[in-house]
Nanobody
Framework: VQLQASGGGSVQAGGSLRLSCAAS????????IGWLRQAPGKEREGVSCASGIDGSTYYAESVKGRFTISRDNAKNTVSLQMNNLKPEDTAVYYC??????????????????????WGKGTLVTVSS
């Protein structure tokens, strides 16, 4: 399984960016897909993920109302529309996917331990 992410960059506070990720090598669907991020000196955290089964979504409290995740199961793609960006959103954003079944819900899968495969990170820098 490989994940190819794109769309990072630099933007001023209040601006928008869209991240996209395409997964290849998926043979029988996936259970969760989404985005995690890691800011300098901090642990990697879940930003937003979506279930591959029922479409349910998870958003970190810090991004609710500003970020929107969308996925296309047929194409194995996921995007993250990020609006009203803040300097604290500055981080390396990672696309990730879980392909094996879990009894856990999306919020618990949107974690470092919950995901199986990772793309190379893409840097998002928000200046004030």
């Amino acid at each position: 399984v490989q994940l190819q992410a794109s769309g990072g960059g630099s933007v001023q506070a209040g601006g928008s960016l869209r991240l996209s990720c395409a997964a290849s090598g998926i043979t029988s669907g996936y259970y969760a897909i989404g985005w995690l991020r890691q800011a300098p000196g901090k642990e990697r955290e879940g930003v937003s993920c979506a279930s591959g089964i029922d479409g349910s979504t998870y958003y970190a409290e810090s991004v609710k109302g500003r970020f929107t995740i969308s996925r296309d199961n047929a194409k194995n793609t996921v995007s993250l529309q990020m609006n009203n960006l803040k300097p604290e959103d500055t981080a390396v954003y990672y696309c990730a996917i879980r392909v094996r079944w879990s009894h856990l819900g999306v919020p618990d899968l949107c974690t470092v331990k919950g995901m199986h495969y990772w793309g190379k990170g893409t840097l998002v820098t928000v200046s004030s």
